[in-house]
């Protein structure tokens, strides 16, 4: 099991990982004003692996917003569109130690398999847990597809995995029942969000991952594909979200609640602080 980075290099280095589909929020304006401020080294990591909704307008509004907050970063800044490379690599050593397999299922044929309705179908981090419809060796080259980790045999690969997140250690449980054989690599990308992030902050050197409480429940998956991989496994600080007076979290769609709005209104930094609790 790889060590606890932060704990070996004695500085802790963390990130903010905005993706360039729309403008930053006070959601993300308190993200990074935490990740910047719970370590020593600060980075940005722009991703973009979805580019049909990726905008070079939103990637230049984050880095202006970003700046205006107050907030500096090392440069250069990693762009996902730009390491497709290091996610196949990965994605080639598992597929050898035959822990992927080619999945042709859609959504429809996944809710259909479980024979549940969406609404009773058992859920996972990333919806309905995939019942293993196409799980199956992998055989000859590793295909460009939608890839599957089959999670069982990772699990025995890995043995028994623990990790910290907020200072608490947690044991990695039955993540083949609770998670089923998560996504690896989708179609239209070549990788995942659950692939790229292990692998670009192994990459980045971060020591300790600050992020929403709502991604918590996909830190073990991430902590398996580290073992895996060989990678450094970093410590976790899961934060609180921003909600609106409903209580619903804030979403990109949300413009209402836009840094760049509340700029134009003539809110100052400090403002922005006080209201997201800061």
């Given at each position: 099991?790889?060590?606890l980075c932060?704990?070996q290099?004695?500085m802790?280095t963390?990130r903010?990982?905005?993706?360039?589909?729309?403008?930053?929020h006070?959601?993300?304006a308190f993200a990074?004003?935490?990740?910047a401020?719970?370590?020593?080294?600060?980075?940005?990591?722009i991703?973009?692996?979805?580019?049909?909704r990726?905008?070079?307008e939103?990637?230049?509004q984050i880095?202006?917003?970003?700046?205006?907050?107050?907030l500096r970063?090392?440069?250069?800044v990693?762009?996902q569109s730009?390491?497709l490379?290091?996610?196949?690599a990965?994605?080639?050593?598992?597929w050898?130690?035959?822990?992927?397999?080619?999945?042709?299922?859609?959504?429809?044929?996944i809710?259909?398999?479980?024979?549940a309705?969406?609404?009773?179908a058992?859920?996972g981090?990333?919806?309905?847990?995939?019942?293993g419809?196409c799980r199956?060796?992998?055989?000859?080259?590793m295909?460009?597809?939608?890839l599957?980790?089959?999670?069982a045999?990772?699990l025995?690969?890995?043995?028994?995995?623990?990790?910290?997140?907020?200072g608490?250690?947690h044991?990695?449980?039955?993540?083949?029942?609770?998670?089923?054989d998560?996504v690896?690599a989708?179609?239209?990308?070549?990788?995942?969000?659950?692939?790229?992030?292990v692998v670009d902050d192994a990459?980045?050197?971060?020591?300790?991952?600050?992020?929403?409480?709502?991604?918590a429940?996909?830190?073990p998956?991430?902590?398996?594909?580290?073992s895996?991989l060989?990678l450094?496994?970093?410590?976790?600080?899961?934060h609180r979200?921003?909600?609106?007076?409903?209580?619903?979290?804030?979403a990109?769609r949300?413009?209402?609640?836009?840094?760049?709005?509340?700029r134009?209104?003539?809110a100052?930094?400090?403002?922005i602080?006080?209201?997201v609790?800061?």
């Amino acid at each position: 099991m790889p060590g606890l980075c932060a704990a070996q290099t004695g500085m802790i280095t963390t990130r903010f990982a905005p993706s360039p589909t729309g403008p930053l929020h006070l959601g993300h304006a308190f993200a990074a004003f935490v990740a910047a401020e719970a370590g020593e080294r600060f980075l940005l990591r722009i991703e973009d692996i979805d580019q049909s909704r990726a905008r070079t307008e939103y990637e230049a509004q984050i880095y202006d917003d970003l700046e205006w907050l107050g907030l500096r970063w090392e440069r250069p800044v990693m762009r996902q569109s730009s390491r497709l490379a290091a996610y196949r690599a990965a994605l080639a050593q598992l597929w050898a130690r035959g822990l992927l397999y080619e999945c042709r299922c859609n959504r429809r044929d996944i809710a259909e398999a479980v024979n549940a309705p969406q609404e009773g179908a058992p859920l996972g981090p990333d919806g309905i847990i995939y019942p293993g419809t196409c799980r199956a060796a992998p055989l000859g080259t590793m295909p460009e597809a939608v890839l599957r980790l089959n999670m069982a045999a990772a699990l025995r690969h890995c043995g028994a995995l623990r990790y910290v997140d907020t200072g608490v250690e947690h044991a990695v449980g039955d993540l083949a029942a609770s998670c089923g054989d998560v996504v690896l690599a989708r179609r239209d990308m070549g990788t995942s969000y659950h692939l790229a992030v292990v692998v670009d902050d192994a990459a980045q050197g971060v020591t300790l991952v600050t992020r929403g409480a709502d991604l918590a429940e996909a830190t073990p998956i991430h902590v398996v594909l580290q073992s895996l991989l060989g990678l450094p496994q970093p410590e976790y600080l899961h934060h609180r979200l921003i909600r609106d007076a409903a209580g619903k979290r804030l979403a990109k769609r949300d413009d209402a609640r836009a840094i760049s709005k509340y700029r134009a209104e003539g809110a100052s930094p400090a403002d922005i602080r006080a209201m997201v609790g800061l």
